[in-house]
């Protein structure tokens, strides 16, 4: 680990534990805070199920790409908008409100999908959901950081991406329950309002955050807080640096209490905390863990499994392996670190993105081939144009010529020749009745399952790392008079980031293919490796205070030369022991 020496490593999950044992209101401010994760990820997942039978309800939708894409990316611009109005939310009126205020919106959200009759209706929903999504994903973390000692932040900031993962893992069992129900993807997008009515409900009876008041409110209010959180040992030193914190800022800021945006940009350390808070977020879209998330079944489809079942069956397993890393970052993070936990991370998803562009290589370009005897053994169902140009057709080009074609494999082996038929409820009859499965989104393959595999290589390496660090590295890096506002500016950087992703996958695909999109991810993420290298410092185990002087010395002392030891953490231990051996002297004087 950079930067000089901390307390044993193999301390750290172990100090959470404890913690959460002596003090239990701990851990349930963070789960109850850390529901505004779970209505991410519930989202984020259940959207993706959804659409398989939305498309099959809603005919317009089923052969429009760009409509897809819009119900998918309506919900994330939506958050963009939460994202970047929770900034002000959260300080002008508090990090409880803005949880509250994100709730009630998730939740009018969810009754609007459940009930729509029409695409336009079930956008709207996706919007109002998103205003929660948005404002809950930036609050959530920042409640949770401000309520926490600096020895477990990370940890419990962590049990917020535990959350997502989690949400996004219950919304594929959900979808899997209500696959056989009546208006399945209803019940599917309805189920959404239940975590937002329980988060409402225990956000009452939580209170504020402690240094949000003793900013706003003042010092009374604020004490009574830290003291149900630090042991009576604790909350008298946790008192005094809080003091020394906002008197410093009021120093440096004048007693406005009002943020101006200028701020951000006359000083130096809030701009570089900003630049590495923002890019990490960036890079966590960008190297495409929402298509995965939001596309899984039809990144499986894609992969020659053409069951809507079958595909939300092995999204399940990326979405386990989702959940399971996020609880494998809950005792990495302050254990190993942010910032190699964020290097191990995007290390892996390189390796497993360029798996999956090999694999979508192989599978598009050595698709079963079609037989113009099979194809007119259906008659007047031939696919129009692979009746005007017969020759040498396969699977792939019977897809990519025309939207309202598909294929009818051979029954037995897939890989033998099939036909190249009109895509309706008809001939996906005929197919079925002939043990011949029906292809529509992708093409058999032999190497399929190599396509779930690296998908859940990437699930793995990215989950307990970019899934998770991006959230707890802007929960901690500002100062506190700057804490929403650019907590709020990097959310929304993400959900824009997001709303791009989500946008242009499906259309990548066919523009460029599969292969070369997962590629083009992959190339992202080595971009997103040199920016952790170069710009991101380590934050694990420092106190707010602390990681103020660091980035100070960060910005003093920078360089591109990544290899060499970073001493600006160094400094900031160094004032931590220097303040502890002056307290001493005077408690020894006295």
Not at 31 to 36: E, H, P
Not at 194 to 202: G, T, Y
Not at 249 to 268: C, D, F, H
Not at 510 to 520: E, H, K, P, Y
């Amino acid at each position: 680990m950079e930067g000089g020496p901390t307390k044993p490593d193999k301390e750290e999950f172990t100090n959470c534990l404890s913690l959460i044992r002596e003090n239990p209101f701990v851990l349930r401010l963070a789960l109850s805070a850390g529901l505004g994760g779970l209505l991410f990820g519930y989202d984020t997942g259940v959207i993706s199920g959804a659409l398989l039978y939305i498309r099959d309800d809603f005919k317009q939708v089923d052969h429009n790409t760009t409509l897809q894409e819009i119900i998918v990316s309506m919900a994330v611009a939506g958050a963009i908008i939460g994202a970047a109005l929770g900034g002000w939310v959260n300080d002008r009126f508090g990090r409880r409100f803005a949880l509250l205020l994100a709730d009630s919106l998730f939740f009018l959200g969810a009754i609007l999908m459940a009930s729509a009759p029409n695409p336009s209706v079930l956008i709207s929903g996706r919007v109002f959901v998103g205003l929660g999504v948005g404002m809950a994903s930036m609050t959530a973390p920042l409640y949770i950081s401000e309520s926490s000692p600096a020895k477990v932040r990370g940890a419990l900031v962590s049990t917020n991406g535990f959350l997502i993962t989690g949400g996004q893992f219950l919304s594929y069992l959900i979808n899997l329950a209500f696959t056989k129900a009546p208006g399945t993807w209803r019940w599917m997008l309805g189920v959404a309002g239940m975590p937002a009515l329980l988060q409402f409900i225990l956000m009452l009876t939580l209170p504020e955050s402690p240094r949000w008041l003793y900013r706003k409110k003042g010092e009374a209010e604020a004490v009574a807080v830290l003291k149900r959180i630090y042991s009576p040992e604790e909350v008298e030193e946790e008192i005094q640096s809080l003091k020394e914190s906002v008197e410093t800022e009021i120093q440096q800021m004048g007693t406005n209490n009002k943020v101006q945006y200028w701020e951000l940009w006359s000083t130096t350390e809030i701009r570089y905390a900003l630049f590495v808070g923002v890019g990490l977020q960036v890079f966590q879209q960008f190297v495409g863990i929402n298509t995965v998330m939001y596309y899984s079944p039809t990144i499986v489809q894609l992969a020659g499994f053409a069951s809507n079942r079958t595909a939300l069956l092995l999204s399940l397993i990326t979405s386990g392996l989702n959940a399971s890393g996020s609880i494998a970052s809950i005792y990495l993070i302050d254990k190993a670190g942010r910032k190699k936990l964020v290097i191990f991370s995007l290390c892996g998803c390189i390796l497993a993105l360029g798996m999956l562009a090999g694999v979508f290589y192989q599978t598009t370009h050595h698709s079963p081939l079609v037989s113009m005897a099979a194809t007119q053994h259906y008659g007047n169902y031939t696919c129009p144009d692979y009746a005007r140009a017969p020759g040498i057709w396969d699977c792939t080009r019977c897809l990519k010529a025309n939207p309202d074609c598909g294929f009818c494999a051979a029954s037995g082996n897939q890989l033998l020749p099939g036909a190249c038929l009109i895509a309706n409820s008809t001939t996906k009859d005929m197919c079925s009745k002939t043990h011949r499965p029906w292809f529509t989104r992708g093409c058999p393959s032999k190497l399929g399952f190599l396509a779930i595999i690296g998908l859940a290589l990437y699930i793995a390496f990215f989950s307990p790392g970019m899934g998770t660090v991006p959230w707890v590295v802007n929960s901690e890096i500002y100062p506190l008079k700057f804490r929403g506002l650019c907590g709020g500016i990097a959310a929304t950087a993400c959900w824009i980031s997001n709303l791009i992703v989500a946008q242009t996958f499906l259309t990548l695909t066919v523009a460029i293919g599969t292969s070369n999109t997962f590629l083009l991810f992959g190339c992202i993420a080595v971009a997103g490796l040199f920016f952790t290298l170069v710009f991101m410092p380590e934050t694990k185990g420092l106190s707010f205070e602390q990681v103020e002087v660091m980035l100070q010395e960060r910005v003093r002392l920078f360089s591109f030369k990544f290899w060499k030891k970073d001493h600006s953490r160094e400094k900031s231990l160094d004032m931590e022991a220097t303040k502890v051996a002056t307290k001493e002297a005077k408690r020894a004087n006295k």
